[in-house]
């Protein structure tokens, strides 16, 4: 088998690979070339895999497992246009301009492919990233993100040990849906598609695990089928709000480089200023914002989760509070909620 393959787009998706598969152990920083109608590259973190058509070749069985670091350092500096890929019962070479790479086959693997699944939903990449990114950015390892739908949204949500992220997504929804995957893979997709830099439509897919499919790539998110919260209705309905003071943002970031990772702060709203407290240790933190509002609330919060959400949000703030909960929100519908204390 041979195949000519375009350097410049072969380094964007060696790059889109480099981000799918993260710090991940799991493939040992392999990628797998297999044929489908053309030549595609595999790369998978353990849940996520993300299959690309990088080239034109003749048909071939199986799936060929090359490290990615070897690629890389091959084509560091490389000039040329084009990479030659030259497939042999034993070995494969790859060579550009007067150099050549060879490397031994300890045997073909089974090509892997996406599974069956069911067209559940249409959007496009910026909507959905943004939306990715933002329910994703409190979330540690361990925690699920959920995408799916409530009566005739697209909606992303994903809640956290103080916090819950939540935003509708714009797009189509041909069924209902909701589905759960890792914190991690979810990352690795919003790092990925920003190397990608290209709005184009997506189209959802889901069977036993959670398609994200364009013209140029397909995305396959490991997790299962799930719930969303079943306060999702009250989270999302329009109540009473008021603008958050222009400081909320830096006392929230101050108090996250001040207090440790896994500590909380108290932020209270009381006769018409907004008040944060913190401690650990022998170590406190205090703050007042003048705060010209009648709303009367209490909560307690990760700064360094609610940081991270608040730097993901445009625009001026607002808050309202619902039954249980207090609600910030900005102008795209990005919202954050915590339980009221």
Excluded at 136 to 151: I, M, N
Excluded at 169 to 193: C, D, N
Excluded at 207 to 234: K, N, Y
Excluded at 247 to 258: E, P
Aim: net charge neutral.
């Amino acid at each position: 088998m041979r195949a000519t393959i375009d350097l410049s787009n072969l380094s964007l998706w060696l790059k889109f690979c480099n981000k799918l598969i993260g710090s991940s152990e799991f493939s040992f920083g392999n990628i797998y070339f297999s044929y489908d109608r053309g030549l595609v590259v595999r790369a998978t973190d353990g849940c996520l895999h993300g299959w690309m058509k990088i080239g034109e070749c003749e048909p071939f069985e199986g799936e060929i497992a090359i490290p990615l670091r070897l690629l890389k350092g091959f084509l560091v500096g490389e000039s040329g246009e084009f990479l030659n890929l030259t497939l042999m019962e034993d070995e494969i070479a790859l060579s550009s301009g007067n150099e050549t790479l060879r490397m031994k086959l300890t045997g073909k693997r089974e090509k892997q492919v996406p599974i069956e699944h069911e067209l559940v939903a249409k959007s496009d990449v910026l909507n959905f990233n943004k939306a990715l990114n933002f329910v994703t950015s409190p979330l540690e390892e361990g925690d699920l993100a959920l995408f799916g739908s409530f009566e005739k949204d697209l909606l992303m949500f994903a809640s956290a040990r103080s916090i819950i992220c939540l935003t509708r997504l714009q797009g189509e929804l041909m069924k209902p849906f909701v589905f759960s995957f890792p914190y991690m893979s979810a990352r690795h997709v919003v790092k990925a598609l920003e190397v990608y830099a290209k709005n184009v439509q997506l189209n959802v897919g889901l069977g036993e695990a959670l398609l994200i499919r364009s013209s140029d790539f397909t995305l396959q998110l490991c997790g299962e089928h799930a719930a969303f919260d079943p306060r999702i209705g009250d989270f999302l309905q329009r109540k009473e709000t008021y603008v958050v003071p222009r400081n909320f943002q830096r006392f929230v970031s101050k108090a996250a480089w001040l207090m440790p990772r896994e500590s909380t702060i108290r932020i209270e709203c009381v006769r018409d200023s907004m008040r944060f407290f913190g401690a650990y240790g022998t170590v406190s933190y205090r703050a007042i914002l003048p705060f010209d509002c009648p709303l009367r609330f209490e909560f307690e919060v990760s700064p360094h989760r609610l940081r991270s959400a608040l730097a993901r949000m445009a625009g001026r703030l607002l808050i309202s509070v619902g039954d249980g909960f207090v609600k910030i929100e900005d102008s795209a519908g990005r919202t954050v909620v915590v339980r009221r204390l």
